[in-house]
């Protein structure tokens, strides 16, 4: 806890645990966007690095804090297409229509420009045999710095004392200048209701000691929640005391609350294929330009840890990284969602 | 500005409706709100080196039918396409800063309508600074043709005897919140 009594949520996601199931995304949809004008709406979305992601091309859209002025930079606002999804499919043509073998599964949008959460996946980037790509889930970062906070004109985002970022949806007039200045593009635009609206952190569930459903449900057990500065914690240690968790997009400037411990690689192959064990598939820069110089110290800590136990020694930071008791993962939000008692 | 007295059961919240044709309108001179005024650091930097406010000019007429002020605001239509940001109008009521939309201490009724959306009942204290207030208080209609808009808002007749500012949103050019043209002065209504 900070010296004014506030804490700040964070979220660690391994991405060498990562295995881009959407189970996160998933749970985190039926929890929360189901209702109208939110079918295009992944407040957790899954992507393929690199890649294009969600919304498309959102790493050039600027937004966040300018270096050299230390003032808002102006943002591009993700347009509906850019987002894209929100597809009606063929369903019944598919299943009932007695077109077997010919009709497939194929979204109800003209195809030229389609676009969705995940439509690059597995795309990656380089030549085979030396193609790479890794999966990157993202959320809002609930940013220390939020510029979306200070964007809004009519005060509809507020940064609570647990440091989560959340809108009141009857102050927020769907401005969008939120939109704009986020460098993350983690917020979407609900075009029925005319509102705003972005990951709320399972705020009802962590208030009721439920961890968020997007940490919760992930059988890959890569994702950790807690609050940063609580020593001895997981997060802590991933995030301060071992440095291996790294945030994306620092340079952004907003001071954003999810990390993640950054991908290792296979060697690359030769054009003989024998192995150049000097040479990372991911191309090391690549990994700078995401979660910068600080990755590539990251990189080989979590490798000579890695040493350590192949060569028959002891690492706590594997051990955390491995989580054999998947509770380790919820921080202090231990409680079984079935067993709280619905308020409303 | 003449508020015209008519007759109940006159269509007045219809703009293409005949119980306009003999409501005289008046032009008025709109000019962007200020930009230092535009309430957060963001909108000041991402809008300094871009026109807003664009629209010069518009035709208002007021009427009441003693139970309701309605006002008809007409202004040429921007036909740029834009599928993320809609045309809007505004009736701005009471006594404050119109240039700014209203402050912080002296509020101004904003009577609200814009394409697709319809009519809102707002509080301004300032350029996008709003609150909502109760929405069945005001209601609004518009319709766009021979590269005009036409809509009529209308509010509960006590604000008659006020004073009348009007705003206008162009969406083609992602105008929002502050980012509006103001008419320049005050009508007070008679
Ligand atoms: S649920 Fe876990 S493993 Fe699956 S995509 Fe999400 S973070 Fe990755
Ligand atoms: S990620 Fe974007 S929406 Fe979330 S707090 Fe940061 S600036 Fe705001």
């Known amino acids: 806890m900070t010296a004014n009594g506030t804490r700040q949520i964070a979220w660690v996601y391994d991405l060498n645990k990562c295995i881009g199931c959407q189970t996160c995304s998933v749970a985190c949809k039926v929890l929360w966007t189901r209702d109208e004008g939110e079918k295009h709406e992944w407040w957790c979305s899954v992507n ?13 859209m600027g937004g966040g804090i300018d270096p050299k002025t230390g003032k808002a930079r102006p943002g591009h606002q993700p347009t509906r297409g850019e987002f894209g999804g929100g597809f009606d499919y063929n369903y019944y043509e598919v299943f009932y229509g007695g077109t077997a073998g010919k009709a497939h599964l194929e979204p109800q949008a003209p195809r030229e420009g389609r676009w969705a959460m995940n439509w690059d996946e597995d795309q990656g980037a380089g030549e085979w045999p030396n193609s790479y790509f890794f999966y990157m889930p993202r959320i809002c970062n609930h940013c220390t710095n939020p510029v979306c906070l200070e964007a809004c004109p009519t005060g509809a985002l507020a940064k609570r004392d647990d440091g989560l970022v959340l809108r009141d949806e009857d102050v927020c007039m769907g401005d969008r200048f939120c939109m704009e200045a986020c460098p993350y593009k983690k917020i979407y635009f609900n075009y029925e209701r005319h509102v705003a609206q972005h990951c709320i952190g399972c705020f009802p569930r962590v208030e009721a000691g439920v961890a968020p459903a997007c940490v ?19 997060v802590n240690n991933l995030v301060k005391k071992w440095k291996i968790a790294l945030p994306l997009h620092a340079e952004a400037g907003t001071g954003p609350n999810v990390f993640y411990v950054p991908p290792l690689s296979p060697h690359r192959l030769n054009d003989d294929f024998s192995i150049d064990y000097q040479t990372p598939r991911i191309p090391p820069e690549y990994l700078e330009s995401l979660f910068g110089p600080e990755v590539h110290t990251a990189l080989a800590t979590l490798s000579s840890e890695m040493e350590k136990v192949r060569g028959g020694g002891s690492s706590e930071m594997l051990k955390t990284l491995i989580a054999y008791k998947w509770q380790e993962l919820l921080g202090p939000f231990t409680v079984d969602p079935a067993d709280i008692v619905p308020t409303v | 500005m003449k508020v015209a007295t008519v007759n109940a059961g006159a269509d007045l919240a219809d703009p293409a409706s005949q119980a306009w044709n003999g409501v005289t309108a008046e032009a008025v001179a709109l000019a962007p709100v200020p930009l230092a005024a535009q309430p957060t650091e963001y909108i000041r930097e991402a809008w300094a080196n871009r026109a807003y406010g664009k629209t010069a000019e518009a035709r208002v007429a007021a009427a009441t039918d003693g139970k309701k002020l309605y006002v008809r605001v007409e202004w040429a239509d921007d036909p740029a396409p834009n599928a993320e940001f809609q045309d809007a109008v505004g009736a701005v009521l009471g006594d404050g800063p119109l240039d700014t939309l209203g402050s912080a201490a002296s509020p101004l009724a904003l009577w609200y309508w814009e394409n697709g959306r319809g009519a809102l009942n707002l509080v301004s204290k300032g350029p996008g600074v709003v609150t909502k207030a109760d929405a069945s208080a005001v209601s609004g209609t518009g319709a766009s043709g021979g590269g005009k808009w036409a809509v009529v808002i209308s509010g509960p007749a006590s604000a008659s005897k006020g004073k009348l500012g009007v705003a206008v949103w162009n969406g083609s050019n992602e105008e929002r919140a502050g980012l509006a043209a103001v008419s320049r002065n005050w009508l007070p209504l008679e």
Do not use: S
């Not at chain 1, 393929?48 to 050039?60: A, R």
């Not at chain 1, 919760?216 to 001895?232: I, K, S, Y």
């Open chain 1, 48 to 60: 393929t690095m690199p890649g294009l992601g969600t919304p498309k091309g959102w790493e050039e």
């Open chain 1, 216 to 234: 919760r449900q992930c059988p890959g057990r890569a994702v950790f929640v807690g609050f940063l500065d609580e020593e001895g914690t997981p």
